[in-house]
Nanobody, 121 residues
């Protein structure tokens, strides 16, 4: 089985920075893409940033210019560098990976456990 383990969340003042990490482990054959979603209380889960294995990235408009997603292919790890954080960035952040395992040709989606990011004003 594949597991995604997240780290890096915490408390930060507005204007500060955090870096989230998400490491995928298991019998991974190939990773199609990895990304980050977030969910604030009472809100729907939204896509924040995504990166494909080739390096192309995409971001939700509200974080463009402030967040950067990157991937270390050798370590099967995706990062989310969050700068100039705002209180509205407060949410649980979930790592997502679309990947193939060594035993199945089909692309499956896996989720991390979530990590809390709280930005104080």
């Amino acid at each position: 089985q594949v597991q995604l383990v997240e780290s890096g969340g915490g408390l930060v003042q507005a204007g500060g920075s955090l870096r989230l990490s998400c490491a995928a482990s298991g019998s991974i054959f190939s990773i199609t893409n990895m990304g980050w979603y977030r969910q604030a209380p009472g809100k729907q889960r939204e896509l924040v940033a995504t990166i494909i294995s080739g390096g192309s990235t995409d971001y939700v408009d509200s974080v463009k210019g402030r967040f950067t997603v990157s991937m270390d292919n050798a370590k099967n790890t995706v990062y989310l560098q969050m700068n100039s954080l705002k209180p509205e960035d407060t949410a649980v952040y979930y790592c997502k990976a679309d990947l193939r395992t060594s035993s199945a040709p089909t692309n499956f989606r896996y989720w991390g456990q979530g990590t809390q990011v709280t930005v104080s004003s």
